[in-house]
């Protein structure tokens, strides 16, 4: 018999041991053995595993001539989890409400579903219900598919060259790109490829709601070193990045300041007080278009103060919308 075969038979057996341990009173050696077909010696070394390796609270009870716990075990014999850990993992599951509709959910569902039947011997009677008061709530959700995802997850793992068409969101043209794929990531429930090209080695960001659904895989091209997506989005807004760096200051007003005060975009960030209650907001991101809708989004409550080419744009926005709603 191979080893990881008695290994799993040792382990499905602790597990039924660890199981008996919960819900009998105090099974003996005898009955153990008998329930597992095994000696009562191969019974001992499980339980002498599960107390010095495990660190399970089990003793023997001269009183009731068998094995107990000797306080409550929450978690599964083959993988220690602390009251925290197991809270964290129901938090987990009530996650997958933020990808309904999306190419994840029922993978996840699937996934959750099959974990805690795995789980099943915890008692999880004082901690189940939770779920019922922690929800996340979607953002939109993306229209990308579980496929495309594989396949350009993969492609960025092979360092493959893709061919696709792809609709640009400024002229709204669409047509033929070769890309050769660094990394994938999900921002705001939007998922993003970032890709350099055959032409250049710059980096840049694609959305992939934009690209058509036929995909073509190409050649291997030429390793990079691998890309840090940490640094390179050290003076993000928001998804996108860049090599500029814009300083932004704005003002918001008593209004917004507590909403202001409750964020940090990143590292330099910088939020001072003012005596009327409102706070200058200081930052230096790495493209203006996301900061640009944001401080708009915050109308009257804020104004752009630097840079000149942020103000300018912002000005020129304010107006024609005022011509609109003449």
């Known amino acids: 018999m191979d080893t990881e075969e008695t290994t799993y038979k040792a382990l499905h057996r602790m597990l039924g041991i660890h199981e008996f341990l919960n819900k009998e009173r105090a099974p003996g050696l005898p009955s153990l053995s ?159 490829l970032l890709a350099s090209s055959a032409k250049s080695d710059n980096v840049g960001c694609y959305h992939l709601a934009r690209m058509g659904s036929k995909i073509k895989v190409g050649k291997e091209y030429p390793a990079f070193k691998p890309f840090d997506l940490t640094a390179a989005r050290e003076h993000a807004f928001g998804a996108f990045f860049g090599k500029q760096q814009f300083k932004v200051k704005v003002v918001f007003d008593q209004v917004a300041a507590p909403f202001i005060r409750e964020k940090i975009w990143n590292k330099s960030q910088v939020v001072k007080e003012r005596g009327d209650g409102g706070v200058d907001f200081e930052i230096t991101v790495c493209d203006l278009v996301e900061i640009k809708s944001w401080i708009l989004s915050w109308g009257i409550h804020a104004k752009a103060i630097s840079p000149k080419k942020l103000v300018t744009e912002i000005g020129k926005d304010l107006a024609q919308a005022s011509r609109q709603y003449k």
């Open 34 to 192: 008998k329930r597992f077909g095994v000696s009562t010696k191969t019974i001992q070394r499980d339980i002498a595993f599960m107390k010095k390796d495990m660190n399970l609270p089990i003793e023997y009870s001269r009183e009731y001539k068998g094995y107990r716990y000797t306080e409550a075990v929450i978690d599964m014999p083959a993988m220690k989890l602390s009251r925290q850990e197991v809270f964290a993992l129901l938090v987990a599951r009530s996650s997958i409400e933020q990808y309904q509709g999306s190419a994840f959910e029922d993978p996840l569902v699937s996934f959750f579903k099959k974990l805690l039947a795995h789980l099943a011997p915890l008692d999880l009677s004082n901690m189940e219900n939770m779920h019922r008061y922690v929800s996340y709530l979607s953002n939109g959700v993306s229209t990308a598919t579980y496929e495309t995802l594989e396949l350009l997850g993969k492609a960025c793992r092979d360092s493959r060259e893709i061919e696709v068409q792809y609709r640009a969101a400024s002229s709204g043209q669409q047509g033929k790109r070769t890309l050769r794929p660094r990394h994938l990531f999900n921002h705001g429930g939007n998922w993003y």
